[in-house]
Structure formats: C-alpha cells, structure tokens
C-alpha cells in the first residue's frame, strides 16, 4: 500500500502519527478554525482512505514541509554510512599512528608532507656524501701520511750520504731507498671504492705505472690519472671537492700531490736519484736531492694543512645535516602523526553517535500505521 506522509514542523518539532489522535491543534492547544484547519494525513493510494494522526490550527508557531515516507530509512542509511566511513578512519588512525595516508584525507598537510619528505631524502643524500667523503679523506691522509713517512727516510738517507765511506755501505743504502720507492709507488696507487685514490676524476685502475729495467728496477713513472677535482653536494647549494691528484704537471689547477712542476715537487723521481747515487757512489749529487727532498716534505705538511680543513668542514656538513634531518622529521611526524589521545576521543564519540543512531532508528521504525488501525 502506497503511502504519503504530510509533516508539520512547529519550530523544530515534528507532528505525525505519534501525536495520537486529538482534535485540538498540538501546538497551541485551540480548536482551529474551518479556513485554519491543517492535518498530517496519510493517504492510502489503494483505497483513497484517510487518517486523521494530528490536528494543527494556523498559528504563528508552524511550518508545513512535505517529507516522503522513504526520507527517513534514505536519511537514515546516509548517516550510518558515514559514521561508519569515519569510524572506519579514525580506527586506522590509531591503529597505524598515522593521520594521513592518503591525499583526500588532508590535501594541505599531505602536500606539505610530500615536501618534507623530499627535503629529508635530500639532507639523507647529503649526509651520505658527506660520510663517503669522510672516508675517503681519511684514506687520502693515511696514505699521504705513509707516503711522507718514505720521503723523510729518504731524506735521512741523503743526510747520512756524505759521511758514507764504503761501496758496500751506499750499496746498502741504495737497497733501502729503493725498498723506499716501491713501497711509494704501492701507497701511491692505493683506492677508494675501487678507484684509484689519486688518480683525479679519470676513473683509472692505478694511477702511477712504473717503467723497469731488465732487472726490474724502476726506472721511471708515469701519472695515468688527471689532475681534476670531482664536486659533490654536501648541503643544500654547497658543493665540496676532496680529491687529491697525483700530479699536475700544468701551470693551473689543484697542487698534486706526489708530482707538481710549480712547487718542485717529484716525489718518484728525486726518490730515483737518490737511489742511483746511493748505488754509483756520487757525492756531488747528495745536496741537490735532499734539497728536493726537502721541498716533497714540504707539499706533504701543505697537503695536511688542506685536508684537516676539509675534514673541519665536513664535520660541520655532517652535524647540520643530522640537525636539520631531525627538524625535518620532527615536522613530518607533527603533519602526519596521529594524536592518539585526540583521536581515542573522537573515536568513542563517533562509536557513541553510531550507537543512538541505530537505538532511535529501531524505535522509529517499529512505528507502523497497522498500530492505529
């Protein structure tokens, strides 16, 4: 049976079939007048019978709104539904601790959250440079280290040269220094994540390669590297450069370490010179080479001088970048972290709310016209 409801609201309150059926207006208690007489009726399509619920006069205290019977289960079911959509929501809140997962949960504060992020994979990416350059300054000033260590020998060696007074004697030596030279030409070709450590930007094996003669002493040394510096980002718009060439033999660029024509500095070839005459016994040339030697020294403490400053300031990179990697998350956590405390409460009232729903939902709708029949 079709049936159409007519309801009168008075200032909020709602007129149907629970109003029994008396014949003065409910509101304000008078008998209506014939041109006043208002009635919320229900209409059997079927059998064109009217009922009489409720008896309303034209008081100043109505309104008359037209509601078909399916609004209140259609009402109904769109509240429970979003109640439970909500529910649902704030249950993964707090489950998971987090406010957002996706973007239509907040679009402003996902936005921020995706910047954030970015900006904390970058001070991640820094600090990872910052670690490998670290390390690798470290393995530059060991060898570098060791590498000073066989010049000072050697210019020992030189020192003592004029007081040597047997073949035997500078043929010992000679030994000694030549020992001295492979060892260097091994420090010198030392790595880094498979790289050679001074070979520059080439990407080369080695960077020195040594020529030999018959017996297999070293006669000369070539540099296979290039005198370049790599940049790499260390913050945001700082760009650091760390490696050490070899040797430069150009009149501009980085100092190189073991061979710079501007500073006199050849480390292989006076380390040569010195062996050749330790083993020939020559004098006169002892001066001259501990004079080089003096001046590789020299390019080793500067070479020191250079990256204990660079470790300094890498130090500093790697504390900034931790700092404000801590800042960037604590930002992240307070954008998309969940109050735990905050949404339990929510929570319990949404529970609540779903909760009356259903319990007046029940009793309104075991409400049937069969009940005033």
């Known amino acids: 049976m079709g049936l159409e409801e007519i309801t009168v609201t008075h200032r909020g309150r709602q007129t149907g079939n629970s109003f029994g059926w008396g014949r003065n207006c409910v509101f304000c208690g008078k008998f209506p007048s014939i041109f006043g007489f208002l009635a919320t009726v229900f209409r059997s399509v079927s059998f064109k019978v009217k009922f009489l619920v409720a008896v309303v006069c034209n008081c100043k205290y109505f309104d008359v709104v037209r509601v078909a019977q399916s609004t209140f289960p259609d009402e109904l079911g769109r509240t429970v539904n979003e109640l439970t959509v909500r529910q649902a929501r704030l249950q993964t809140q707090a489950a998971t601790g987090q406010r957002i997962r996706n973007a239509e949960d907040d679009p402003s504060a996902f936005l921020n959250v995706l910047e954030l992020q970015g900006d904390f994979q970058r001070l991640g990416q820094y600090s990872d440079n910052v670690a490998k350059l670290q390390v690798r300054s470290q393995a530059i000033y060991s060898a570098s280290s060791q590498l000073k260590k066989m010049t000072d020998r050697a210019s020992e060696l030189a020192t003592m040269?004029?007081?040597?007074?047997?073949?035997?004697?500078?043929?010992?030596?000679?030994?000694?220094?030549?020992?001295?030279l492979e060892?260097?030409?091994?420090?010198?070709?030392?790595?880094?994540?498979?790289?050679?450590l001074f070979g520059g930007t080439?990407?080369?094996?080695?960077?020195f390669e040594a020529v030999r003669d018959a017996d297999g002493n070293i006669t000369s040394v070539a540099y296979k590297g290039n005198s370049k510096v790599r940049q790499v980002d260390i913050s945001a718009g700082i760009s650091f450069a760390l490696?050490?060439?070899?040797?430069n033999e150009s009149t501009s660029g980085p100092r190189g370490l073991l061979k710079d024509d501007r500073a006199g500095v050849d480390v292989f070839g006076h380390l040569i010179a010195l062996r050749d005459a330790m083993k020939t016994g020559n004098k006169s040339a002892f001066p001259d080479i501990s004079t080089s030697l003096m001046k590789d020294e020299s390019g080793f403490i500067e070479s020191f001088a250079t990256l204990g400053a660079a470790q300094s300031r890498l130090e500093v990179a790697a504390k900034q970048n931790s700092s404000?990697?801590?800042?960037t998350n604590q930002l992240i956590s307070q954008e998309s972290d969940a109050d735990l405390?905050?949404?339990?409460?929510?929570?319990?009232?949404?529970?609540?709310a779903y909760s009356a729903a259903l319990q007046s939902a029940g009793k309104i709708l075991r409400i049937s016209l069969l009940d005033y029949i």
């Open 202 to 207: 080439s990407g080369a094996a080695t960077a």
């Open 341 to 352: 405390a905050q949404t339990l409460v929510e929570l319990n009232q949404l529970q609540a």
């Open 183 to 196: 060892n260097a030409l091994a420090l010198a070709n030392g790595k880094d994540s498979n790289e050679a």
């Open 324 to 327: 404000e990697s801590i800042s």
């Open 161 to 180: 040269a004029n007081s040597i007074r047997t073949k035997d004697d500078y043929g010992a030596y000679g030994s000694e220094v030549n020992q001295l």
């Open 243 to 247: 490696d050490v060439p070899g040797a």
